[in-house]
């Protein structure tokens, strides 16, 4: 599987922006999907994560009510809607798969994740 993200870019605090990942292979659907960011000088971090299907999702309480991660199977697309975007949500944000057996499993563990795409910065001013 290789994975290409895109849709970062630069906005004003409490704006929106839409992060989308796109999936090579035939193997999507067999997937949980996630999306982890990496400020400047810090560790890697979770942010949201959603499973083959049905649909269970996992959010970082610090995105929590802000962030909707989502995915087309058919598209082979997985995407993060972000709002009420604030300062520290300045990051590369990178989307991950990880291969999973159960239809239901999710994940908020880096290591879990096999695929990971080339990042997208999100630089939200205040």
């Known amino acids: 599987v290789q994975l290409q993200a895109s849709g970062g870019g630069l906005v004003q605090a409490g704006g929106s922006l839409r992060l989308s990942c796109a999936a090579s292979g035939r193997t999507f659907n067999q997937h949980a999907m996630g999306w982890f960011r990496q400020a400047p000088g810090k560790e890697r971090e979770f942010v949201a994560a959603?499973?083959?299907?049905?649909?269970?999702?996992l959010y970082a309480d610090s995105v929590k009510g802000r962030f909707t991660i989502s995915r087309d199977n058919a598209k082979n697309t997985v995407a993060l809607q972000m709002n009420s975007l604030k300062s520290e949500d300045t990051a590369v944000y990178y989307c991950?798969?990880?291969?999973?057996?159960?239809?239901?499993?999710?994940?908020?563990?880096?290591?879990?994740?096999?695929?990971w795409g080339q990042g997208t910065l999100v630089t939200v001013s205040s």
């Open positions: 991950a798969s990880m291969y999973v057996r159960r239809a239901d499993m999710v994940s908020r563990v880096s290591e879990d994740y096999q695929y």
């Open positions: 959603i499973s083959r299907h049905p649909y269970n999702t």
